[in-house]
């Protein structure tokens, strides 16, 4: 960070800060000149994939949003555009944040616990989520943003020199980054590494099909549970993001997923309730939920954080409708981060933070009564 305290204003300073508290990288200009940072912003460029041609122009099937564009314009994702009649990702081999990250950031904490990611994003999302922690890369275009030049295969080799046992398609949105994402994955599966999207689950079923066969696991956000709620604060459709959760159950994909407890928009106990209620019929009892605590940002700065009250109100609920792993996150020694066996209740794996401290699981079962627990644990 002190490097990049060089040659910027005082407020430019305050926006890395923020970035940085969110684990995002951005490159300022002043630190472009390496091999490895490059200038050229036109090397995005690449013709995308599941694009249809309408009579009312260039159809983009990835998410639910379903773009129709004329020549030169831009995506809802602002990383896609037609260019001489056909659409093209603007978001391939330049991402903005490059970072290797503990896993448990993801977080996923029932896949190789422990081990590192190295996590990549471009700029662009195909929501627009009022209390995005990632705005500034999520909300804006890869021509906006300080790149590194990163084609899919110097992701992996840059993966495996850092020592990461996973590629992470983060921050921003990798739904909108799909092709760069996808080619990076079947590279890194071949050199034996695996891949894990950190993604709002806003999808198609084709192409996220065709997902699953290359990467391993994934934690969704659910981020309410009506469709009011979900269009007002993210500007998404509800029912797609379930029909993704159970794309990413039966695909075999290790899955988890995360739900921010925002303050006076999805702290309702009822709905968190009718959440559990559906996740426990359908079959994701042993899929663990992680309950996020809000901090005020972007567009809900005048907002509070969650209460912390409340987030061990909804594992508590979560927990009684018969989901088998339940955790609460970014509450600071929380007991609710551990993983315990759902038999016998014995702690099995302590975190401090996004820091493994202890586990004890043996062969991955519980040492004690010999329950196995759900994950990928080698
Ligand atoms: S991925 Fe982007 S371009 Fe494609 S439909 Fe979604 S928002 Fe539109």
Redesign the pocket.
Known sequence: MENFKKDITKREFIKRCAAFSAGVTIIPKALYGSEELAEEQASGRKEAMFQEETARGIM?R??P???VLKEGEL???NN?KVIRSKLYTLAYGNPCSVNVDPIEKKPLYHFLPGSRAYSIATAGC?LVCLNCQNWTISQTSPDKTRNFSLPPEKVVSEAGAKICRSIAYTYSEP??FYEYAYDTAVLAKKAGIKNVFKSNGYIYPEPLKKLCNVIDAANIDLKAFNEGTYLKLSGGKFQPVLDALKIYLDSGVWLEITNLVVPTWTDKSEEIYRMCKWLSENGFKNVPVHFSRFYPTYKLEQLPPTPVDILNKAAQIASSEGLNYVYTGNVPGSEISDTKCPGCKTTLIVRQGFRVAENSLKDGKCPKCGKSIDGVWN
Do not use: G, H, P
């Open positions: 983009c990835i998410c949003n379903e773009c995506s809802k994702c896609r195909n739904v909108t």
